[in-house]
Nanobody, 127 residues
C-alpha cells in the first residue's frame, strides 16, 4: 500500500524554523515529482513548493521564495521542506503529494489533483 507520511510540524515563534519531512512507502518515489501544499483554516489548498524527481529542478510560491527550501533524498524515499523566517501567515496544515512517474515537471506545477497525498502536518507560527 502506497503511503506518504508528513512529520516535523509544530508550534514555533515568528522568525523561527521548522523542517518538514514527507516519507514515502509502498513503492519508490524516485521517479516522481513531489509537491508541497498548505491549507489554512477556511482557505483553499495552495501550492508551496515542488521538486523534480531528480532534484534538479525546484519551484516555489512567491510567498515563500527565499525562506523555504525543498529537497529530497531518493535513497531514503523522503522529501523535505526547510522553512526559515516563519511568519504567522505560514500557519496551515502542510501536505505533500506525489505525481505519477516520469511526469514532466511543468505538468506537476500546474496540477492540483494527485494520486498520492499525505495526511498533513500542522504548522502554527505565533506572533
Amino acid at each position: 500500500q502506497v503511503q506518504l507520511v508528513e512529520s516535523g510540524g509544530g508550534l514555533v515563534q515568528a522568525g523561527g524554523s521548522l523542517r518538514l519531512s514527507c516519507a514515502a512507502s509502498g513503492r519508490p518515489f524516485s521517479r516522481s515529482n513531489m509537491v508541497w501544499f498548505r491549507q489554512a483554516p477556511g482557505k483553499e489548498r495552495d501550492f508551496v513548493a515542488a521538486i523534480s524527481w531528480s532534484g534538479g529542478s525546484t519551484n516555489y510560491a512567491d510567498s515563500v521564495k527565499g525562506r523555504f527550501t525543498v529537497s529530497r533524498d531518493n535513497a531514503k524515499n523522503t522529501v523535505y521542506l526547510q522553512m526559515n523566517s516563519l511568519k504567522p501567515e505560514d500557519t496551515a496544515v502542510y501536505f505533500c503529494a506525489a505525481d505519477t512517474e516520469w511526469s514532466p515537471f511543468r505538468a506537476s506545477l500546474s496540477r492540483t489533483k494527485f494520486n498520492y497525498w499525505g495526511q498533513g502536518t500542522q504548522v502554527t507560527v505565533s506572533s
